[in-house]
């Protein structure tokens, strides 16, 4: 199967499909994207077995299709794979309970701000649902996220639908946006805990300090209430301007992981969750989008979403702890975000 990637922009009518022969190329670092323009996969925390790969073959093909797949999907094929997933020992339940309680010791003992939490479960699916059917049927759920689903040899088949800018423009203006704290949609007007303003409060925070260097003419929002499918964040957004659109990449690598789905201290926070997690994050909670002509970016947060095969999904969720966080409470709010995934494997 010859490396894909097909995306949707939020409220977009169409769809932009990529397609090419030759492997994808193998990105050192971020820092390495200065000056580079393809279709960008890139993972929580780049090492070996999860590298950045960029689509940017000398063969391929870019083609835009209407969302009523009346045409142009034959470009995604139906599964060929034989991959199978890793079977957990442990209950998710209890992996989760041992996991809440290692990162929240340290949250007590205030060696962190904040730490993300993840985790990850296999879902069973009909063998005949195919790649092209979950795509077209999360672009109809979920019209204010990116929906992208994307193929190569070395990641396998993924599928995203995001709530979440990680950076969108082009060397007229940039934009991104501090989105933390979870609750179930209630209206616009709905009342936010303290705790969710706390956490979204610092990615707002750590946003602003990470543009402080590379940007000029920032201008902030204030916080307000996004709706993403069933689900609300507190959302600001930031625009911009770049001072060298030639570094994208040197910008991400002082940007990527935002506290969103990191953490603070950003380094300290990711290394523990390396060693601590109990999960291998591949490319959930990394990035993906295009980089292309005069510093063009569309790049957002791989959050919701699954890595697919012709008979099973593993899906992940994560959600941000703080030294109050109640663990039933995380528990339920990953166990939500999880729905947003489920609901395309229940409906094709």
């Not at 706390?198 to 990615?203: D, T, Y």
């Not at 970016?297 to 992940?316: D, G, H």
């Amino acid at each position: 199967m010859n490396p894909f990637f097909i995306f949707r922009e939020p409220f977009k009518e169409i769809c932009h499909c990529y397609t090419q022969s030759e492997k994808p190329t193998v990105i050192a670092s971020l820092a390495a994207l200065d000056g580079r323009k393809g279709l960008v996969i890139a993972p929580f925390f780049n090492d070996d077995n999860n590298a950045i790969y960029l689509l940017d073959g000398q063969d391929s093909t870019s083609t835009t299709l209407p969302l009523d797949g009346s045409k142009g999907f034959d470009a995604i094929p139906d599964w060929q794979d034989d991959f199978s997933f890793s079977i957990e020992t442990t209950s998710p339940r209890e992996g989760y309970h041992n996991a809440f309680t290692r990162f929240h010791k340290h949250l007590e003992h205030n060696t962190f701000q904040k730490l993300v939490l993840a985790r990850s479960i296999i879902e069973q699916k009909d063998e005949k649902t195919s790649p092209r059917n979950i795509f077209l049927n999360a672009c109809k759920k979920y019209p204010r996220s990116y929906i992208a689903l994307f193929f190569t040899e070395e990641t396998g088949m993924w599928l995203i639908a995001s709530p979440e800018i990680l950076l969108n423009g082009n060397a007229d203006g940039y934009q991104t946006m501090a989105l933390a704290g979870t609750m179930k949609y209630e209206g616009e007007d709905m009342r936010w805990s303290a705790k969710n303003q706390e956490e979204q409060q610092l990615v707002a925070d750590y946003i602003r300090n990470c543009l402080q260097p590379f940007a000029a003419e920032i201008t902030e929002s204030k916080p307000y209430t996004a709706r993403a499918a069933h689900l609300a964040h507190l959302r600001t957004d930031f625009a911009f301007r770049l001072k060298d659109t030639q570094r994208l990449g040197t910008f991400l690598t002082a940007f990527h992981p935002t506290p969103a789905v990191c953490g603070m201290p950003k380094i300290e926070a990711q290394q523990f969750i390396l060693h601590n997690e109990k999960l291998n994050r591949s490319y959930y909670s990394g990035f993906s989008g295009l980089l292309g002509e005069n510093g063009t970016a569309k790049l957002f947060v791989t959050l919701r979403c699954m890595q697919l095969t012709r008979s099973a999904c593993r899906l992940y969720a994560g959600g941000g702890l703080l030294k109050g966080s109640s663990e039933e409470n995380e528990w339920l709010e990953t166990e939500t975000k999880l729905d947003t995934m489920r609901q395309l494997l229940n409906h094709n």
